[in-house]
T-cell receptor, first 111, second 112 residues
Framework: AQRVTQPEKLLSVFKGAPVELKCNYS??????LFWYVQYSRQRLQLLLR??SRESIKGFTADLNKGETSFHLKKPFAQEEDSAMYYC?????????????FGPGTSLSVIP | DGGITQSPKYLFRKEGQNVTLSCEQN?????MYWYRQDPGQGLRLIYY???????QKGDIAEGYSVSREKKESFPLTVTSAQKNPTAFYLC???????????FGPGTRLTVT
């Protein structure tokens, strides 16, 4: 079964501290993994996707197929990083396959 | 803020009434999606449509219905059969060959 899990509902870190939001998935084929972010009073939007291997707003995420994980990391958290983060999964190579979202992690960066 | 719009922002209905939520996009995207967002449960897929006049059930389709008569529009009807309709509803779209989903601002439905 296709599934995305995010073990932490809430995560609080101090400004300047490293942050890691965990994501694990189960998928029988070749997955494409994403991180979406929802800032307060803003729309849900794509933060990054594993296939592009980009660093967005200082965040990176590496796909670990052995551990079926796609953890989101940032070395130094900023207050503006406080938001709801969703890990998501889709089938690589299928244009319109449904996207499966995890339950989300609410990140709070303490000044 | 164009692209994908949802209306209204807030909607109140009495129990037993059907209600239709609007979703329109001008991004020329083929695929459109409806999600329900509940605290602690993330986004759950209700219905999605890959092309005009075609749609598929998502994980929680019971009590909902959709239509896709135009590429730009994908309205969602919450019927009286939906046991727990009070929620935040998100519409999204994606283009051919692109996996990124673009989300609307959402509609908060309250049924009393």
């Amino acid at each position: 079964a296709q599934r995305v899990t995010q073990p932490e509902k809430l995560l609080s870190v101090f400004k300047g501290a490293p942050v890691e939001l965990k994501c694990n998935y189960s998928y029988s084929g070749s997955p494409e993994l994403f991180w979406y972010v929802q800032y307060s009073r803003q729309r849900l939007q794509l933060l990054l996707r594993h296939i592009s291997r980009e660093s967005i707003k200082g965040f990176t995420a590496d796909l670990n197929k052995g551990e079926t994980s796609f953890h989101l990391k940032k070395p130094f958290a900023q207050e503006e990083d406080s938001a709801m983060y969703y890990c998501a999964l889709s089938g690589l190579g299928t244009s319109y396959d449904k996207v499966i979202f995890g339950p989300g992690t609410s990140l709070s960066v303490i000044p | 803020d164009g692209g994908i719009t949802q209306s209204p922002k807030y909607l109140f209905r009495k129990e037993g009434q059907n209600v239709t939520l609007s979703c329109e996009q001008n991004l020329n995207h083929d695929a459109m999606y409806w999600y329900r967002q509940d605290p602690g449960q993330g986004l759950r897929l209700i219905y999605y449509s890959q092309i005009v006049n075609d749609f598929q059930k998502g994980d929680i389709a019971e009590g909902y219905s959709v239509s896709r008569e135009k590429k730009e529009s994908f309205p969602l009807t919450v019927t009286s059969a939906q046991k727990n309709p009070t929620a935040f509803y998100l519409c999204a779209s994606s283009g051919q060959g692109a996996y990124e989903q673009y989300f609307g601002p959402g509609t908060r439905l309250t049924v009393t």
